[in-house]
């Protein structure tokens, strides 16, 4: 298969960048000025902006490159798979020679080189992309890239993208990592797609992981072929495989979906390493990783999923969590941050519910059943269980804005649940799934347990552990989390519209095809669950938890 790449904004994120150099300039930006396009259209608002855009512009693709400038999540392993699947890759580039305006001529073809190389994408025995061209104009660019032969092209601009997509017989990817409204010029287009992440590049182009490939990396991170492999779970080119080494033991090779927001690896992997160093018992060991692709290997955990929770089986969910509560002044989790969406105050609840309610602008115009849950019941319970929220937080704490203090903050495995758990032969239980680990409020993991989707629990099985909670962080947590649970239970509901997110539903259908068929059945079963929810909530928020522990 013959690739085409554009460089700039595809291949390589800038934001960093384009900040330094604004910086650099005296370029005073608020806060929400933050990307490419934005402080475009910011500078050239201004006089002379034409030509402030364009200082700032050569200054961001030069000098400020090696130090600002990275690959977009997802690119490296995009090449690397790239190259085991036998593709040709050239990256094509409408880029000048020197940037407009730039008196010490700066020459940023030789820069956008050098960062590819020092990248570890050109030059070396193992370059993952094979040619690199630059023209200087967009026209030039686009007559080389049809006479090509390309299978696929890349870009990220949609104007260019419209004109590939007429060219008869390329296929064409439009990059929008932000993503914007399609760009009208695509709705008749079959030829073009319209992607918001690397990892959807990779699932279309490059499909399924392969056997030899899953053997590379197991020579690669454990130096030992594989003799078996199994996938565990249904995606596109991520997942969890069991891999049997030639020493007879198994290792839980898996591969991290793309997250831009959050380093998934990072936390699992640092997270498991702590907490097995220091003799956690519920925890399988970690072996490798290779940052650069986002895999990182475990030891296998044989066992069963945790289908139906016993008393045993909540206890042993108490017991992880006391464990590493009281472990978590220790300097093995010195390097671990947040957890991810932490919320250490009431007001960072608001800002999540608030910030997860604007990715559903673009859907709720396509989906008027969607807009009318939203704008009928949603928003208004959003306004009365802020205002309840804020009346009821606990004066002792500084009120609904004021950040708890580490002292009173754990240590959250965040996705935690029998969702997550693997019963042992022996009837123990091992937990997976650390990919959100970090520093959070215990009542926001006390919340999320309760509400999570994924798990069946009897109201005795709920006070049960809720009490256990309790007894693990202190009851003083109890006033904040009748508080503040309505909120995080608000969240959830949204949680469960995400299949109306273009971006997601796209994400999605990758990995499993079979799901396109019966969309609208999906959208109305997850539409009908929180309607299902947010009515629960409603009906009970002043005694949502207190009926639960007081049972």
Same mark, same amino acid.
């Not at 700032?56 to 690119?75: D, E, F, I, N």
């Not at 007879?248 to 702590?274: G, M, N």
């Not at 997601?504 to 009908?528: F, G, P, T, Y």
């Given at each position: ?120 994408? !050109? ?119 069991? #891999? ?48 650069? !692709?986002?895999?990182?290997?475990? $030891? ?129 239980? $091992? ?58 239970? !608000? ?56 009926? #639960?522990?007081?049972?």
């Amino acid at each position: 298969m013959n690739l085409g790449i554009d460089l700039d904004n595809t291949l390589v994120d800038y934001e960093s960048a384009f900040l330094a150099a604004a910086e650099s300039l005296r370029v005073v930006l608020s806060p929400t000025i933050r990307s490419k396009s934005r402080i475009r259209e910011f500078l050239r608002s201004q006089p002379s902006g034409e030509l402030a855009w364009q200082r700032l512009q050569g200054l961001a693709y030069g000098r400020c490159v090696q130090s600002h400038a990275k690959l977009y999540p997802g690119v490296k392993r995009f090449l690397w798979r790239c190259r085991q699947l036998g593709h040709s890759v050239t990256v094509v580039s409408h880029k000048t020679e020197y940037g407009h305006g730039d008196i010490e001529k700066v020459p940023l073809r030789q820069v956008a080189t050098d960062f590819l190389g020092a990248q570890g994408l !050109l030059g070396g025995q193992n370059e993952l992309i094979q040619k690199i061209v630059f023209k200087s104009t967009q026209t030039e660019k686009i007559d080389y890239i049809v006479t090509q032969s390309f299978d696929w092209f890349i870009d990220d601009l949609a104007e260019l993208v419209c004109v590939l997509g007429d060219s008869g017989g390329l296929k064409v990817i439009h990059f929008d990592p932000a993503y914007n409204q399609p760009h009208p010029g695509f709705s008749n287009k079959k030829a073009v797609a319209s992607l918001t992440d690397w990892q959807q590049i990779d699932a279309l182009i490059n499909g399924e992981w392969t056997i030899p490939e899953i053997d590379q990396i197991s020579r690669q991170l454990m130096n030992q072929e594989a003799v078996a492999v199994e996938k565990f779970s249904a995606g596109g080119n991520s997942g969890v495989y069991r #891999i049997e080494l030639t020493t007879q033991s198994a290792i839980r090779l898996k591969i991290y979906p793309v997250d831009p927001d959050h380093d998934r690896l990072f936390s699992e992997f640092t997270a498991t390493k702590a907490m097995f160093g220091s003799g956690e018992k519920h925890v399988s060991q970690p072996f490798a990783q290779d940052v650069e !692709l986002g895999i990182g290997v475990y $030891a296998w955990v044989d066992g069963d999923r945790v289908m139906t929770p016993g008393q045993r089986d909540l206890e042993s969910s108490l017991e992880f969590l006391g464990n590493l509560h009281a472990k978590r002044n220790s300097d093995s989790f010195r390097d671990l941050g947040s957890a991810s969406a932490a919320c250490i105050c009431g007001r960072d609840i608001e800002v999540q519910i608030k910030h997860r309610l604007r990715r559903f602008d673009l859907p709720r115009m396509s989906h008027p059943e969607l807009d009318a849950f939203i704008a009928t019941a949603f928003l208004p319970a959003l306004g009365t269980l802020l205002e309840w929220a804020r009346d009821r937080w606990p004066v002792d704490e500084g009120g609904f804005d004021t950040p708890l203090d580490r002292a009173r903050q754990t240590l959250s495995p965040s996705d935690f649940g029998f969702h997550n758990a693997i019963r042992r032969p022996d009837g123990s239980l $091992a937990f997976i799934d650390f990919e959100y680990f970090g520093w959070d409020d215990p009542v926001k993991l006390m919340s999320d347990f309760i509400f999570h989707q994924g798990m069946s629990l009897t109201e005795e099985q709920k006070s049960f552990w809720l009490k256990g909670a309790l007894n693990v962080y202190g009851k003083q947590c109890f006033a904040r989390l009748t508080a503040c649970s309505p909120l995080y239970g !608000l969240i959830w509901c949204l949680i469960l519209l995400n299949d109306f997110r273009p971006e997601v539903w796209q994400r999605r259908a990758l990995a499993d095809d079979s799901k396109r068929e019966i969309k609208q059945e999906i959208l109305n079963r997850q539409l009908a669950r929180a309607h299902a929810l947010l009515q629960e909530i409603v009906v009970s928020y002043g005694s949502l938890f207190e009926e #639960i522990c007081h049972q």
